[in-house]
């Protein structure tokens, strides 16, 4: 209705109701079924907390924390049996290190000209490419690196072994490349094309505007991607199992057989220890050392994103 003096709507309780509310049931139902999916998750990962906090509680009764964390001899499934979890800790390590140094330079690189310099023919093209070594299972670089990768080096270097850290370093650093080419590039892509034109303006070359203007401003997502691919490296399973072997040392070299935590837990479902022993335990103990450490790169990469992160308008 409206108002003879104004000559203007007025709304009144006839024409709507402020009040009323009408359950929209699609809505409804897509919002539940949201929540219950968080709420699964929040669940799960609580039971698997749960649960390796309730075994290695146990184990921990009967092996002193100390001997564990700090330990250098791992045997735990012969006698004189040992429990010193630092080789499995340092070959996670040195697959890791070698994966980083792989997957860092040319992921980065990658990602920058992609970014800056790639038509969009080209980008468009490649960037599948390279994202669809992301979507090959684990097993076949495994077997890729038995086949392949390990007799390819061994006609370089003589003396490596079947077995190395070096060929599960390079399936590793594979493996997570297109991780850090695809986050770098959408960090570097996301800087505003202005800073871009501003420092063309003030006489920049396009290698000092993108060293020096797009990569800084893009950097906390770009470190981001290092650590999540990093975690990612440390948690890899089946392709370290099968090219680096199972062998728990501290060797300071590449081309010995190593062992990770990932493949002593492999090692352990495939029954090679009694359910409910002290050497079955430690499947849970080396999996809550690896939960933590994981969880741990995960927390500092969020961080290092809301510390570092660029707000441009």
Same mark, same amino acid.
């Given at each position: 209705?409206?108002?003879t003096a104004l000559n203007r709507p007025?709304?009144?309780?006839?024409?709507?109701?402020?009040?009323?509310?009408?359950?929209?049931?699609?809505?409804?139902?897509?919002?539940?079924?949201?929540?219950?999916?968080?709420?699964? =998750? !929040? *669940?799960?990962?609580?039971?698997?907390?749960? *649960?390796?906090?309730?075994?290695?509680?146990?184990?921990?009764?009967?092996?002193? /924390?100390?001997?564990?964390?700090?330990?250098?001899?791992?045997?735990?499934?012969?006698?004189?049996?040992?429990?010193?979890?630092?080789?499995?800790?340092?070959?996670?390590?040195?697959?890791?290190?070698?994966?980083?140094?792989?997957?860092?330079?040319?992921?980065?690189?990658?990602?920058?000209?992609?970014?800056?310099?790639?038509?969009?023919?080209?980008?468009?093209?490649?960037?599948? &490419?390279?994202?669809?070594?992301?979507?090959? /299972?684990?097993? &076949?670089?495994?077997?890729?690196?038995?086949?392949?990768?390990?007799?390819?080096?061994?006609?370089?270097?003589?003396?490596?072994?079947?077995?190395?850290?070096?060929?599960?370093?390079?399936?590793?650093?594979?493996?997570?490349?297109?991780?850090?080419?695809?986050?770098?590039?959408?960090?570097?892509?996301?800087?505003?094309q202005t800073l871009r034109q501003g420092?063309?303006?003030?006489?920049?070359?396009?290698?000092?505007?993108?060293?020096?203007?797009?990569?800084?401003?893009?950097?906390?997502?770009?470190?981001?991607?290092?650590?999540?691919?990093?975690?990612?490296?440390?948690?890899?399973?089946?392709?370290?199992?099968?090219?680096?072997?199972?062998? /728990?040392?501290? =060797?300071?070299?590449?081309?010995?057989?190593?062992?990770?935590?990932?493949?002593?837990?492999?090692?352990?479902?495939?029954?090679?220890? /009694?359910?409910?022993?002290?050497?079955?335990?430690?499947?849970?103990?080396?999996?809550?050392?690896?939960?933590?450490?994981?969880?741990?790169?995960?927390?500092?990469?969020?961080? !290092?994103?809301?510390?570092?992160?660029?707000?441009?308008?």
């Amino acid at each position: 209705m409206y108002s003879t003096a104004l000559n203007r709507p007025v709304l009144t309780d006839t024409f709507i109701n402020i009040n009323k509310r009408t359950i929209r049931w699609g809505e409804f139902l897509i919002q539940s079924g949201l929540a219950l999916c968080a709420l699964i =998750s !929040i *669940i799960t990962t609580a039971v698997i907390i749960i *649960i390796l906090c309730k075994e290695g509680f146990s184990f921990f009764q009967h092996i002193a /924390p100390a001997e564990f964390f700090f330990g250098t001899r791992w045997v735990p499934l012969l006698e004189p049996s040992s429990f010193g979890v630092l080789p499995l800790v340092w070959g996670t390590l040195l697959v890791t290190f070698g994966a980083a140094l792989i997957a860092i330079p040319i992921g980065l690189a990658s990602a920058i000209y992609l970014s800056e310099y790639a038509s969009h023919k080209v980008r468009s093209t490649v960037k599948p &490419v390279l994202e669809l070594l992301a979507g090959i /299972p684990t097993v &076949v670089y495994g077997y890729f690196a038995l086949t392949f990768v390990t007799p390819l080096l061994k006609t370089i270097i003589p003396g490596i072994q079947v077995f190395n850290a070096f060929s599960g370093a390079i399936v590793v650093g594979i493996m997570v490349l297109p991780m850090i080419a695809t986050l770098s590039d959408n960090a570097l892509r996301a800087v505003p094309q202005t800073l871009r034109q501003g420092a063309y303006a003030l006489g920049a070359t396009s290698y000092e505007t993108t060293t020096q203007v797009v990569l800084p401003a893009g950097l906390s997502g770009v470190m981001a991607s290092f650590l999540l691919a990093i975690s990612r490296a440390i948690g890899e399973t089946m392709a370290v199992t099968l090219a680096a072997g199972a062998t /728990p040392n501290m =060797s300071l070299t590449f081309l010995e057989s190593i062992q990770t935590m990932t493949a002593y837990i492999v090692q352990i479902s495939l029954g090679d220890a /009694p359910a409910g022993g002290l050497a079955y335990q430690t499947l849970f103990v080396v999996a809550a050392l690896l939960f933590i450490i994981t969880l741990m790169l995960n927390v500092l990469s969020q961080w !290092i994103l809301n510390r570092y992160r660029e707000a441009y308008d």
